[in-house]
Structure formats: structure tokens, C-alpha cells
């Protein structure tokens, strides 16, 4: 969105028309609110951005289908002309027409026309220039049909919209609604604003409604209505000193056939304008982030360079987006409601006083009419940024222009730095709620991103702090890697011939994410529809599962207005998490990710795991959800967010780990219950803590190595040096499916073998890089002083002393447990026992020996134990065996 400069941020509210509670649609659910109608189809109005037209913000719904919509605003207006009987000159009178043409014609190309223009939706800024208002108001109204009041103003309305008369869905006296009304009534329109510029009054102000409509119905029989109106407003020796080209634009917009009256875009080439199109530079739209245009910033310099240093007194906060203002006015305790409440324009009334009618005792009927209220209300209310403004009056204006050196601080030096720094540490909810530390961080995305994909890294740096809600669907978009002409490659996917999908996508859509207002509506279904059709299409090898729309919601609610982005960052995160999860047969890939999983669950918590095995809740019965939809079936959109700001860092195995953080907060009533307790509480899963899920889920991930989440199924490796982060873009280390296989690496596992083993398999070159072995190097220690792994290795001491690995133990398979797995009481356990807490690594030449072995230490509780891939075999080609000295 563009700057907010001079102009101000205005509301204006009215009613959408109510429907009955006992009529459901064919499909048989509660008919949609035409508030939620209104709402989705107004997203669109966000994205047009043009210099003569008021830009859309924000709408919000209300009680009783009330509507709030926020919008650029400025004081002045045509009115002002009309008001004090201002005659404007004809060179203003061309200049105004131009620029409303010009917003009108712009307004066409999106299918889209006023149909309120007065004198009041024409503002003009401090330059006077032109800036149309309210010109959305008939397009997300459906033409009108889902509110009980009419679009336009009789004074301006074109003579064909009259004739139409007015139109409401639910009159049984209309059949048919009239056809929508095109670009040429608003040429009309047009033409009445221009007349009373050129006259200085106002027309058919002093007759009532049905005799305005009848003198404008009958101006179909003169020849020249532009000389009739002004013999009836006495000013004809005005209009008759007009330049021709002025008379000649005037009877070309007032004319009364709409076949013969021109279009916008007819009018802005004709000749008339001849003297006036020279001063005009043709709008060019911003090239978008993700474009195959090459993205650049027309700066021009002032001939003096201290032009540049002007005082403090800069008003930095106009520099900004107009949504930007609006979001941190709304975080600086900005109410909407508030403020229509204080001009009267919301007033409450008494229940008893909105009913239609009502009956005492003694059977007296009281009745009112129809309550203006429900009405449209013109006002247009400025909302005051004082609050705004003395809430960031502490924010030094460096802050607004972040240096992007990756060895400066991301917050910069102000008057209040100490708290910006701070506020970090504070709880990701309550952050995203402080004026000042979002507009730093958005100021910073915002350079960021428009740098991207050349700062990529500094994205993935900056992520890992947290992201501002009003960036993350670019944000995230850039962490995914989404680069190109995505809009041509979304266009050239074939949306709209059926396919055998359709049916499953029109039963789930309706299901999926409801409770949120954009998703529920109309337009919501429409693109919902189309980006997992796009997805089904574009990938012929891969089948439409039930869970996808779950998976698809995050991307569009955040990109409503953009499916191309949607659709794009999605198909990017499929491949990334849920590799081959699509195909048609998917029952090994799904099998091999629960059994991993359950690996996990082993790793970190093998009381919880040996718990859940006893009872038989296996994570078949509850986690294909969880990871079908990374978790978007299970959690509301808000908590998707924050898990998915981190998920998005992490490689395709972060998963696993929230899987597990998850559990562990269930963790006491998981051990407290049996299997009929555990099926309920997951058929209606408890409130999960995301900000601790997140913070508990890097834990694990950090203590979990690189290769005892591999998975045969997985994504291939990617090509050398490209690892799907930065350098130094994660907290976590490089995904494992990413690297290079080595004759160290892990070998793939049957499914079969690998669910009879209860701990994770580790490759030997993780070992190698977990224990820092060299031919002279030391074990990695804790802060501690303790060694973070532990090599247990179980051979006999006889194998043990032909090689072993530097720093390993020895404890022979029978000297610990006895036949039925219980620890022995002997030196040995003592051992095992102070190696609890860090990752034990069990070592033999026989896999299955080192198998049970670890599973004993699982069923004994001992956390973080895992098995050397290969064995002791896997490292006699290393030279990193050592054999002990011989006793002299």
C-alpha cells in the first residue's frame, strides 16, 4: 500500500441486511450472513491502489450484521464547492473530470464501477487533486442486493438505473433482479458533478424524490439536456460562457441513451482533454515481490543534497503504509466502535425500543418504522493518531531507516532502546501487541523483504526472533524460498475443467477453518476452490487427500488476495514436510513416519512411551491428523501462526518434536489413564500451550541428532549447497535428508525392522561429529564439565580391547541386565546410571544385540538412548579405533 502522507484514516459503518435463522441453503447449512458476504468480497478493494482513488484498509464486522470500513479520508471534498456556491473555473472543471476519469476507468479494468458518486465520495487532498471515496461500496454490497438501502444518490443516478427502479432479494414482486450497472452510469454521474461545478448550485435540491426522478426521466425527450437543466436552474448564461470543449464534455456525460454515451475510457482519449492528458504520467502498478520484473526504486534526488536533512521535526510515521498506521493504531489502543460511538454515529438503544412492534396487556399495539439506523449513515468519522503518534513519540527516527548490516543490531539505538530490548525477552502475545517494538519490527521486514531474495539470510536471522503478524505471509513466502513469476505459472494451471476431485474439495471446504469470518465466505470457498484444484492439477502424480484444505488454509488466509502466493508457498511446504504424504498408495510412507515418531517418543520420554505401548495407544490412532495437516486439523489458525513461524526454520523432522512437546504438556493425565481415558481426551484435544510447545519442541530438537529422524521416505537430497536454509538461518543443524550420502551415513531399514527396534538408529558420521573424534580429539562437553553423549559399548572385553571408540565405556551386554531386562546391581550400573541425561549411544558388531540392549534401558526409563548404525563395523575404515597400550 502506498504512504499515508497527508491523507487520514476515516470509518464509515452501515448494516448488511438480515436473513431469516430458519432457512438453510441446498446443502444443507445455515444460510452465509450477508455481513460475512460483504467482508470477503471487500478484500479485493484492498489491493486496488491508484492516486485518484481512496484506498481500502480494513473492515471489521459487528453485532446485528453491523459493518465498519476503514479507509484513506481527507477533509475536503466537491462539496465544499457546492456548499459556498463556488462557481469553479473551466481549467478545474477539465482537470477534475480527468482525474475522476481516470479513477473510473481504473476502477473498470478490476470489473468494477462506483455508482455513488456526489459530491462528498469526490475528496480532494491538500494539492487538490481528486481521490474518489466510498467507490467500492456497490461491489462488495453484490450491487446492493445484500443490504436493505440503495446504492447512489437519486440526484446523480443515471436516467437507465431509475428506470430499473429499486431491487431486494427477499421482494416477492421481483422476480428477476435488474442488471448490474455498468461504466456508463458513472459517466452520468459524472456529468450532474460537472454541471454544478460550472453552475455553483446544486441540482433538483428543492423538489421531492418522485418529482427529481420524473423531470430526469423526461429529460429523454429533448435534444440538448445540458441547455434544459440549466434553463431550470436559471443559470443558463453561466453554462452558455463556457469554453466549447467544456459544453462539449458536458453533453457527452449527460447523455441520455447509454448506447450513445461514452465510456470512461472513451471520454479520457477524446480531444476535449487535448490540453489536460499532457500533464498526466499514465499509472504503472508497483512490480509485486514475486514477479519476473525486475523490482527497482525510482529515486530522484533534490539539486540541493540538505534537502535530504531537513530538521527533526520530520513526520517519519506518514512515510509509512496506510496499513501499517492502521495496525499500529489499533495496537495503541485504537477502537472503532469507540469512535462512532463518540460522534453518534453507533447509539444504543433500549431492547424494547428496536423491536418493530410491540403489545401491552390490555391488547394496545405499539409499532415503529423502519429504524433509520439500518439506514447508510454518509459520515465518514477521521480517526485521531494523537494516541498513535504520542505512544512512538520516543522513537528515534533512525528506527524508521534500519541499516541492514548483518553486524547491526536489528534494534536500533533510541530513547528508549533499553526497553525495545527488553521487550524480546517478553512472551511472543504480549510483543505482538507493543506499538513501538512491531513498528521497529516491521519497519525491518518491510526493507528486508522488498531486499529479498538477496537478504534472504537476514529473513531466516530475523525470523528466528519472532515475526510481525502484519508480514508473515510475505515473510514466509521468502523462509520457503518462493521466487519467480509465480502469478504466470498459477494463471497457466487449468482451475476450471472437472475433475473427479471436485466433489471431495466442495465437501471439505465447508468444514475446513469455519469459525474465521474470511475463510467462511463466499469468496472464501470460491478461492479456496481454485488453489487446491490448482495444487490436484499441477501435480498429476499425487493424489487430493482429506486433510489437504486444513493444510491450505494458513497460506490463504494470509495471501486472501493473492492465490498465486498461496498457491505457491504451498506447494513449496508439501515437499519440504510432507514428502510423497499425497500419493495414492501412502500407507509406507505414513507407516514409517509414526514409527520414527514413536522412536522419538522413546528418545525423550520413555516413561510416557512405555506407558502408551502398555496401554496399546499408539500414535496411529491419533497423530495421522497431527502430520497430515502439520497440525493444522487440531489447532485454530492463530496457534498455527506462532507453531508454523518456527516449524518453517526447522528441516522436515521438526515435526516430530512437536509432536512429542505436545504430548509431554499431556503428559500427567496421559500416565494417569488407560486407553479408553487416552481416545477421549484426543477425540476433544485439551488447550495446548503453543508459545511453550514451541519453546520446549527447539529443546528437543536440539538434543535430538541430525540422523535419528532419517527416513528412506523422505525428500531427496537437494543439489550441493543448497540446503533450503541460510548459512546461518536455523537455530537447528542442517535437515539430514539434505546431506551428502557417505559410507558413514545411515542405511535405509525395512519397515519391519525398523518398528522392532524401539530407539532411533544413529549414523556413524553423526557420532563422529557429536563426540568430536579425531585421531587426538577429546569428547564435546557439557557447560557442565559432563560429556553431552555417551558411547556405551556392549561387546565382550576381549572385542572391546581390539579397538574401541576414544572415550567409550564398556559394559558387556550380561553384566547389567538380567533375563527378564532388570538392571543389576554392579559398577557398571553406576555408570549407566550417571550417564542419564545425555544421549547414550549404544555400540556392538550385532545390531539385534544392541537393539535389546537399548530397549532395556528404555524399559528401565533411561531417556536419550540410541543405536550406532552398522555397529562397531560401520568405523574400522575411519582410523579412529583405538587399541590400549600394552601393560609394560
Known amino acids: 500500500m502506498r504512504p499515508l502522507k497527508d491523507a487520514q484514516l476515516g470509518a464509515f459503518t452501515f448494516f448488511a441486511s438480515a436473513l431469516p435463522h430458519d432457512v438453510c441453503g441446498s446443502n444443507g447449512l445455515p444460510l452465509t450472513p450477508n455481513s460475512i458476504k460483504i467482508l470477503g468480497r471487500f478484500q479485493i478493494l484492498k489491493t486496488l491502489t491508484h492516486p485518484r482513488l481512496c484506498q481500502y484498509v480494513d473492515i471489521s464486522r459487528g453485532k446485528h450484521e453491523r459493518l465498519i470500513v476503514v479507509a484513506e479520508h481527507y477533509e475536503s471534498s466537491l462539496s465544499d464547492f457546492q456548499k459556498r456556491g463556488i462557481t469553479a473555473s473551466p481549467e478545474k472543471v477539465l482537470q477534475m473530470a480527468y482525474e475522476v476519469l481516470e479513477g473510473l476507468e481504473f476502477m ?15 475528496l480532494l487532498d491538500c494539492k487538490g487533486n481528486v481521490k474518489l471515496a466510498k467507490f467500492g461500496l456497490y461491489h462488495m454490497t453484490d450491487h446492493g442486493a445484500d443490504v436493505d438501502f440503495p446504492i447512489g444518490y437519486p440526484s446523480y443516478l443515471a436516467p437507465e438505473v431509475i428506470a430499473q427502479g429499486s431491487f431486494h432479494p427477499s421482494d416477492p414482486s421481483r422476480d428477476v433482479a435488474p442488471l448490474p450497472s455498468g461504466p456508463k452510469t458513472d459517466v452520468w454521474s459524472l456529468g450532474v458533478l460537472l454541471f454544478e461545478l460550472c453552475a455553483g448550485r446544486r441540482l433538483l435540491q428543492n423538489i421531492d424524490i418522485s418529482e427529481r426522478l420524473k423531470f430526469i426521466l423526461t429529460l429523454g425527450c429533448m435534444d440538448d439536456i445540458v441547455t434544459v437543466l440549466a434553463e431550470e436552474h436559471g443559470c443558463l448564461d453561466t453554462i452558455k460562457e463556457l469554453p466549447e470543449n467544456v459544453l462539449e464534455l458536458l453533453r457527452k456525460c449527460l447523455t441520455f441513451l447509454p448506447s450513445k454515451r461514452p465510456t470512461p475510457t472513451d471520454l479520457l482519449r477524446d480531444h476535449v482533454f487535448n490540453g489536460v492528458s499532457c500533464l498526466y504520467t499514465p ?141 524480546v525477552t517478553l512472551p511472543l502475545i504480549i ?135 498461496a498457491y505457491a508457498c504451498m506447494s513449496a511446504f508439501i515437499p519440504k514436510y510432507l ?117 520446549e519442541s527447539i529443546n528437543l530438537f536440539c538434543w535430538t541428532p541430525k540422523s535419528a529422524t532419517y527416513r528412506q521416505h523422505a525428500q531427496p537430497p537437494k543439489t550441493a549447497g543448497d540446503n533450503g536454509f541460510g548459512k546461518t538461518a536455523t537455530y537447528y543443524s542442517s535437515d539430514y535428508q539434505d546431506m551428502s550420502k557417505t559410507d558413514l551415513s545411515r542405511e535405509p531399514l525395512a519397515l519391519c525392522d525398523l518398528k522392532a527396534e524401539v530407539s532411533p538408529r544413529i549414523s556413524a558420521e553423526d557420532l563422529i561429529d557429536l563426540c568430536e573424534l579425531s585421531l587426538a580429539g577429546p569428547t564435546k562437553r557439557t557447560r557442565a564439565g559432563k560429556p553431552k553423549i555417551v558411547a556405551v559399548d556392549i561387546r565382550s572385553a576381549e572385542d572391546f580391547s581390539r579397538g574401541h571408540i576414544s572415550g567409550s565405556v564398556n559394559i558387556p551386554f550380561g553384566t547389567v541386565f538380567s533375563p527378564d531386562g532388570e538392571l543389576v546391581q554392579c559398577p557398571a550400573t553406576g555408570i549407566l546410571q550417571n550417564s542419564r541425561g545425555r544421549v547414550i549411544v549404544v555400540i556392538c558388531h550385532a545390531m539385534k544385540s544392541a537393539a535389546m540392549f537399548a530397549a532395556h534401558l528404555v524399559k528401565v526409563n533411561f531417556s536419550r538412548v540410541c543405536i550406532l548404525d552398522g555397529g562397531i563395523n560401520k568405523l574400522k575404515s575411519t582410523g579412529l579405533l583405538t587399541v590400549p597400550s600394552p601393560q609394560i
Open 108 to 122: 473498470n479494468k478490476h470489473g468494477m464501477v462506483h455508482r455513488a458518486l456526489s459530491g462528498h465520495n469526490v
Open 283 to 423: 499509472f504503472q502498478k508497483p512490480v509485486s515481490l514475486f514477479s519476473s520484473s525486475l523490482r527497482c526504486a525510482h529515486l530522484e534526488l533534490p539539486e540541493d543534497i540538505s534537502e535530504l536533512c531537513k530538521d527533526d521535526d520530520e513526520d517519519y510515521l506518514s512515510e509509512r503504509a496506510i496499513d501499517e498506521v492502521y495496525h499500529l493504531w489499533c495496537l495503541a489502543g485504537g477502537d472503532l466502535e469507540k469512535e462512532l460511538t463518540n460522534k453518534e454515529i453507533i447509539q444504543s438503544k433500549p431492547p424494547i425500543c428496536t423491536l418493530p412492534n410491540f403489545v401491552l396487556e390490555d391488547g394496545e399495539s405499539f409499532g415503529q418504522g423502519r429504524d433509520r439506523s439500518f439506514l447508510l449513515d454518509d459520515t465518514t468519522v477521521t480517526l485521531s493518531l494523537c494516541q498513535l503518534r504520542n505512544r512512538l513519540k520516543d522513537v528515534a527516527g533512525e528506527a524508521y531507516y534500519p541499516l541492514l548490516e548483518d553486524e547491526q543490531s536489528s534494534l536500533p539505538q533510541s530513547n528508549s532502546s533499553n526497553e525495545l530490548s527488553a521487550t
Open 431 to 565: 510483543r505482538e501487541r507493543d506499538t513501538e517494538y512491531q513498528l521497529i519490527r516491521i519497519i525491518l521486514f518491510d526493507r528486508l523483504l522488498k531486499a529479498y531474495p538477496y537478504k534472504k539470510n537476514l529473513v531466516w536471522k530475523e525470523a528466528r526472533v519472532d515475526i510481525p503478524p502484519l508480514v508473515r505471509g510475505l515473510a514466509w513466502a521468502a523462509l520457503l524460498g518462493i521466487e519467480g513469476d509465480i502469478q504466470a505459472k498459477y494463471e497457466s494451471i487449468d482451475k476450471d475443467t472437472p475433475i473427479p476431485t471436485d466433489r471431495q474439495i466442495e465437501v471439505d471446504i465447508p468444514r475446513c477453518h469455519q469459525y474465521d469470518e474470511l475463510l467462511s465466505s463466499p469468496q472464501g470457498h470460491v478461492k479456496f476452490r481454485r488453489v487446491l484444484k490448482a495444487w490436484v492439477v499441477s501435480h498429476p502424480d499425487l493424489v487430493y487427500w482429506q486433510g489437504l484444505d486444513s493444510l491450505c488454509a494458513p497460506f490463504l488466509y494470509l495471501n486472501f488476495n493473492n492465490e498465486a502466493l
Open 579 to 695: 514428502y510423497n504424504f499425497f500419493l495414492k498408495d501412502n500407507s509406507h510412507v505414513i507407516q514409517e513416519y509414526l514409527t520414527v515418531f514413536s522412536q522419538m517418543i522413546a528418545f525423550h520420554d520413555p516413561e510416557l512411551s512405555n506407558h502408551l505401548n502398555e496401554i496399546g495407544f499408539i500414535p496411529d490412532l491419533y497423530a495421522i491428523p497431527w502430520f497430515l495437516t502439520m497440525f493444522t486439523h487440531v489447532f485454530p489458525l492463530h496457534k498455527i501462526f506462532h507453531l508454523w513461524d518456527t516449524l518453517l526454520l526447522g528441516n522436515s523432522s521438526f515435526p516430530f518434536c512437536i509432536g512429542v512437546a505436545i504430548l509431554q504438556q499431556l503428559r500427567d493425565r496421559l500416565l494417569a489413564n488407560g486407553f479408553n481415558e487416552c481416545i477421549l481426551l484426543f477425540s476433544d484435544l485439551p488447550e495446548i500451550d503453543i508459545e511453550r510447545c514451541v519453546r
